[in-house]
């Protein structure tokens, strides 16, 4: 089963709104990472936070992590047509070698 | 620096066909992985290899999937026989070492008719 679970599943705005994205998951953690997809690409890296780490900045992306709570929150600012992709939250479990695991994503559509 | 390349970028199979996919890591890095990721679906690791050796490989389905990475630098991925539920996007990723950040090639989207 996946471990993040990403919400909404979609969302709609206008460009020059903020974005947010939410991720919940369910076991200890090491890290956190947060990837977009455009259509027909591969993944592309955004954000690590570590799990001792409650907030995080790159640019236009906001990331916290609240770990009581089990969840994250991505937050695009000033959104642009090209931000128009699926966002998905991996989790890089505590227990020993275990790989990353990714939600089911959030797609986001910027209307320009 | 040259990401990661993939091909073919498109395959379309009948089922109980094989089909192989390729995948070029980026110079250095040592860890590998292959993902299946199903449309609407987040990506599914299917294996990761350190160098030439499998770490992980708990969700390749084994009697039809297999891959390798021979001297730790390219790899293949083969599906024999194909099923029509194999069809997907195969990701092919990689990172310096198990734990980097990962750099995802362009996938190869399969279609199983």
């Known amino acids: 089963s996946q471990q993040g679970e990403e919400d909404p599943q979609a969302l709609s705005i206008q460009e020059g709104e903020n974005a947010t994205m939410n991720c919940s998951y369910k076991?200890?953690?090491?890290?956190l990472q947060w990837y977009r997809q455009n259509s027909g690409r591969g993944l592309v890296h955004l954000i690590l936070?570590?799990?001792?780490?409650r907030e995080k900045h790159s640019g236009r992306l906001r990331v916290t992590l609240d770990t009581s709570k089990k969840s994250s929150s991505l937050l695009i600012t000033a959104s642009r047509a090209a931000d128009t992709a699926s966002y998905f939250c991996?989790?890089?479990?505590?227990?020993?070698?275990?790989?990353?695991?990714f939600g089911k994503g959030t797609r986001l559509s910027v209307i320009a | 620096e040259a990401g990661v390349a993939q091909s073919p970028r498109y395959k379309i199979i009948e089922k109980r066909q094989s089909v192989a996919f390729w995948c070029n890591p980026i110079?250095?890095?040592?860890?590998l992985y292959w993902y299946q990721q199903i449309l609407g679906q987040g990506p599914k690791l299917l294996i990761q290899?350190?160098?030439?050796?499998?770490?992980?490989d708990s969700q390749l389905p084994k009697d039809r999937f297999s891959a390798e990475r021979l001297k730790g630098v390219d790899s293949t991925l083969k599906i024999q026989p194909a099923k029509l539920e194999d069809s997907a996007v195969y990701l092919c990723?990689?990172?310096?070492?198990?734990?980097?950040?990962?750099?995802f090639g362009p996938g190869t989207r399969l279609t199983v008719l």
């Open positions: 990723a990689s990172s310096p070492t198990s734990g980097d950040t990962q750099y």
């Open positions: 936070i570590r799990s001792n780490e």
């Open positions: 290899f350190q160098n030439n050796g499998v770490v992980d």
């Open positions: 110079s250095g890095h040592a860890t």
């Open positions: 076991t200890s953690i090491n890290n």
């Open positions: 991996a989790t890089d479990p505590f227990s020993g070698n275990t790989p990353l695991v």
